[in-house]
Structures are given as C-alpha cells and as structure tokens.
Nanobody, 124 residues
Framework: QVQLVESGGGLVQAGDSLRLSCAASGRTLSSYIIGWFRQAPGKEREFVAAIMRSGLSTSYEDSVKGRFAISRDNTKNTVVLQMNSLKLEDTAVYYC?????????????????WGQGTQVTVSS
C-alpha cells in the first residue's frame, strides 16, 4: 500500500496562488492514478483534479479549469496541485488520493488510499 501526505495549504487572499504537494511513501507513486479532492464545511467531498500514472493525461472539475494545474514527478514520488487565481469558494480541506483504476475518475469510491488533508482558506 501507499501512504500519502499533503502539504502546502494555508491562508491566502482571493487572487493569490498556492502550491499543494502530495508526497507518497511505501509503494511507488507511479503505480497509481492520483486525484485531488476537497471538502468544505457542511459539504460533501468533491473532485478537483486527477492525473494518470504517466502524467500525460489529466482531468479537472469545471470550476477549476484554467486556474488549477495538476502535475507529477514520479522520480520524486510527488504530485503537485498548482492553484492560481484562488476564489473564496476554493476554501476547503484538500485531499490527495490514490487509485488503482485504469482511468481517472471523479468518484471518491474509485480511490483506495487517502491523505489526511491540508487546509486551504481564501479570504477577501
């Protein structure tokens, strides 16, 4: 199995950028599709972005397209979520997750391993 640890969250103003990292230990990260999800208070966990094992294919939730970018460096066992032009509604706990499926998915049930989350707060 793989252990995932997120980092890089914090308090920023609207319009700022943040770079979240997901570091893996245990099995090599290249064995998994990696997704980012977020959960705001009182809301269900929702899909943000995902990246295939090779890094050549990505998918995004509509509200973050053009603002967020997911990438991976399998040699460093790390996946990064670059978040630009942050909005108040991006405030949430962000989680990375690993899937053994054959394609990216926005469904939380497709992901087997989860990190503990990192808080992102966007203020006006």
């Amino acid at each position: 199995q793989v252990q995932l640890v997120e980092s890089g969250g914090g308090l920023v103003q609207a319009g700022d950028s943040l770079r979240l990292s997901c570091a893996a230990s245990g099995r090599t990260l290249s064995s998994y599709i990696i997704g980012w999800f977020r959960q705001a208070p009182g809301k269900e966990r929702e899909f943000v972005a995902a990246i295939m094992r090779s890094g050549l294919s990505t998918s995004y939730e509509d509200s973050v397209k053009g603002r967020f970018a997911i990438s991976r460096d399998n040699t460093k066992n790390t996946v990064v979520l670059q978040m630009n032009s942050l909005k108040l509604e991006d405030t949430a706990v962000y989680y990375c997750a690993a899937s053994v499926a054959s394609s990216t998915s926005a469904n939380t049930g497709a992901y087997v391993y989860w990190g503990q989350g990192t808080q992102v707060t966007v203020s006006s």
